[in-house]
């Protein structure tokens, strides 16, 4: 796992006060609730999978289980209170801990290995099974190809995904009143530093990025216009992307996107994919541990292939 700073992680817990996950909810439960030192302090129990550990075992990458009525199943960055508690866990491991959160900051305590059967072995892809519109539609897994959708960009025009043919892809879910600086706004300050990448290496004109609100009925093209303007200037590149109801329902289950209505906002989980330029999925990353330069990396051999291809 890439390097994950402490200081994301703070950026994080400014608003943890609302609902994690983008919701606005001043009070929370869980099925397992603990005794809270003050008003301001939320504390939970979890479990989850161990991804992986900063080699001085203060920030701990967990696929961690869905904490009812906080925040849904997903893979994310903790800092460990006490690095001690991580020395005999290994990636891989089933684990519970305490997972606690301020007005002003959050943290994972009391970490100690589970019985291995006693977590799923991934448990954000368990919840993103259970949330794929009931069953009605398939997930996509690596390897498949991506049915040719349609949607509505930030000009209002409409455009399908076969547009795309002969390009890397590379897509992501936001929505434009996420309030929350480590979900949507970071997917998208990192898709803006993965355009600049691009660009910089004369890869761009291989690639597209593409940002799919999940709030249609509020991120009109006009919104997701005055959104895209404060990450770039070329929006050709960059297509930032609405749709009916029913569009985007269907594309949130197919990339397996748990989204939920809650208290007058979205609780929901991040996926970003990379497609190839066949049109199949090459990867998913799951949460918001990634960094544009691991996607940046991702694409390198699919579009020297490519270009191989172009000049044969």
């Given at each position: 796992?890439?390097?994950?700073?402490?200081?994301?992680?703070?950026?994080?817990?400014?608003?943890?006060?609302?609902?994690?996950?983008?919701?606005?909810?001043?009070?929370?439960?869980?099925?397992?609730?603990?005794?809270?030192?003050?008003?301001?302090?939320?504390?939970?129990?979890?479990?989850?999978?161990?991804?992986?550990?900063?080699?001085?075992?203060?920030?701990?990458?967990?696929?961690?289980?869905?904490?009812?009525?906080?925040?849904?199943?997903?893979?994310?960055?903790?800092?460990?209170?006490?690095?001690?508690?991580?020395?005999?866990?290994?990636?891989?491991?089933?684990?519970?801990?305490?997972?606690?959160?301020t007005e002003?900051?959050?943290?994972?305590?009391?970490?100690r290995k589970?019985?291995?059967?006693?977590?799923?072995?991934?448990?954000?892809?368990?919840?993103?099974?259970?949330?794929?519109?009931?069953?009605?539609?398939?997930?996509?897994?690596?390897?498949?190809?991506?049915?040719?959708?349609?949607?509505?960009?930030?000009?209002g025009e409409?455009?399908?995904?076969?547009?795309?043919?002969?390009?890397?892809?590379?897509?992501?879910?936001?929505?434009?009143?996420?309030?929350?600086?480590?979900?949507?706004?970071?997917?998208?300050?990192?898709?803006?530093?993965?355009?600049?990448?691009?660009?910089?290496?004369?890869?761009?004109?291989?690639?597209?990025?593409?940002?799919?609100?999940?709030?249609?009925?509020?991120?009109?093209?006009?919104?997701?216009?005055?959104?895209?303007?404060?990450?770039?200037?070329?929006?050709?590149?960059?297509?930032?992307?609405?749709?009916?109801?029913?569009?985007?329902?269907?594309?949130?289950?197919?990339?397996?996107?748990?989204?939920?209505?809650?208290?007058?906002?979205?609780?929901?989980?991040?996926?970003?994919?990379?497609?190839?330029?066949?049109?199949?999925?090459?990867?998913?990353?799951?949460?918001?541990?990634?960094?544009?330069?691991?996607?940046?990396?991702?694409?390198?051999?699919?579009?020297?292939?490519?270009?191989?291809?172009?000049?044969?």
């Amino acid at each position: 796992m890439q390097r994950i700073y402490r200081t994301s992680v703070i950026a994080a817990s400014l608003s943890l006060a609302l609902l994690m996950g983008c919701s606005s909810q001043s009070t929370v439960s869980s099925d397992k609730p603990v005794a809270q030192a003050d008003a301001d302090m939320k504390v939970f129990e979890v479990k989850g999978r161990l991804k992986s550990i900063t080699a001085d075992r203060q920030t701990a990458v967990i696929e961690h289980e869905t904490i009812p009525s906080y925040m849904p199943a997903m893979t994310m960055p903790f800092t460990v209170k006490n690095p001690d508690e991580m020395k005999a866990l290994q990636p891989g491991d089933a684990i519970a801990f305490r997972f606690v959160a301020t007005e002003d900051d959050f943290w994972i305590e009391q970490v100690r290995k589970v019985s291995d059967d006693s977590v799923a072995r991934s448990p954000a892809g368990e919840q993103a099974k259970k949330s794929s519109a009931a069953g009605r539609i398939p997930a996509l897994e690596i390897g498949d190809v991506v049915p040719n959708f349609r949607l509505t960009d930030q000009n209002g025009e409409r455009f399908q995904f076969s547009d795309f043919a002969g390009k890397d892809v590379v897509l992501t879910f936001i929505f434009v009143r996420c309030p929350v600086p480590t979900f949507c706004p970071l997917m998208s300050e990192n898709f803006r530093k993965l355009q600049e990448q691009l660009n910089a290496s004369g890869n761009g004109s291989d690639a597209r990025l593409l940002s799919i609100t999940i709030d249609p009925e509020f991120d009109t093209p006009e919104v997701l216009r005055d959104y895209a303007a404060r990450y770039t200037q070329d929006t050709s590149q960059w297509v930032f992307a609405t749709g009916s109801a029913g569009e985007i329902d269907e594309l949130t289950a197919r990339f397996s996107v748990y989204v939920e209505p809650e208290a007058g906002t979205i609780l929901h989980g991040l996926v970003t994919a990379h497609i190839t330029p066949d049109g199949r999925v090459a990867q998913f990353w799951r949460g918001n541990g990634w960094k544009p330069g691991e996607i940046f990396e991702a694409l390198r051999p699919s579009v020297k292939a490519e270009r191989s291809a172009q000049s044969n």
